[in-house]
């Protein structure tokens, strides 16, 4: 009995694997149908729970789309699973919130920092003005309109790496944003001033890749995430007095 439990999981995870397997040696893509349950079983050996328990998993990762009463796909493929999981763990304590949430300030502002030279040699009239008119949006929106800040937010920081035609720097940003702006909120302090002072270093990352000036559009980064840092430094200092 004691043994039952590992031989299974090791099962469904040699079947996780096989499915994996198949997608890559079909060199098959986002959309494109897999074989029926039946197929599945009869190519894996393995049984029709076996089966739909690997494919419960795979679905819980992305890796394919169930759709009822039409079949199994590959799915998108995004970094869904990994924005819910570091979701979770920012949220799961105080103390680790703070920590997560350090983190990704850091991760965030290490690719766009890391990215700056091919950003700002990249980034063309176009994107440039449509990165001017979502830090105008910014400004606009600041006034108690918390939405519409936080998609003009996520939109500036996607265009900005757009450029670069790296999918998964792509798909990293946005995730990492995705992340901040759900765990952010559980600190406390973020002050119109603050706000004020993230739409200007954003009019001065625009300003500085206009001119196609690198350090002035690195200094500008570190400026951008300054106010977050101070809030989890704030939050930190607050946690530990009531410790």
Request: hydrophobic share 45%; with cysteine.
């Amino acid at each position: 009995m004691s043994g039952a439990k590992p031989a299974r999981t090791l099962l469904r995870q040699e079947v996780v694997e096989g499915i994996e397997r198949h997608i890559l040696q079909e060199r098959l893509r986002p959309g494109d149908p897999l074989p029926t349950e039946p197929a599945l079983c009869e190519a894996l050996g393995a049984s029709r729970s076996s089966v739909r328990e690997a494919v419960k998993i795979l679905d819980a990762l992305d890796i394919v789309e169930v759709r009822h009463g039409h079949g199994t796909y590959v799915g998108r493929l995004s970094l869904s699973p990994l924005v819910e999981s570091l979701t979770f763990r920012g949220l799961l304590s105080p103390g680790d919130e703070f920590q997560v949430l350090a983190d990704l300030v850091d991760v965030r502002e290490l690719v766009e920092r890391g990215m700056a030279d091919r950003i700002v040699t990249r980034l063309g009239p176009g994107q440039l003005d449509a990165l001017e008119r979502l830090v105008a949006t910014l400004r606009e929106q600041g006034a108690g309109q918390e939405r519409g800040f936080v998609e003009a937010d996520r939109a500036f920081h996607a265009l900005l790496v757009a450029p670069l035609g790296n999918e998964l720097v792509e798909q990293l940003s946005t995730a990492f944003w995705d992340v901040s702006a759900i765990v952010a909120p559980h600190l406390d302090g973020f002050t119109h001033a603050d706000e004020a002072e993230t739409v200007a270093a954003k009019q001065s990352i625009v300003d500085a890749a206009r001119a196609g000036d690198v350090p002035a559009f690195m200094k500008s980064l570190g400026e951008h995430y300054a106010p977050v840092r101070r809030r989890i430094s704030e939050a930190r200092a607050r946690n530990a007095a009531r410790a």
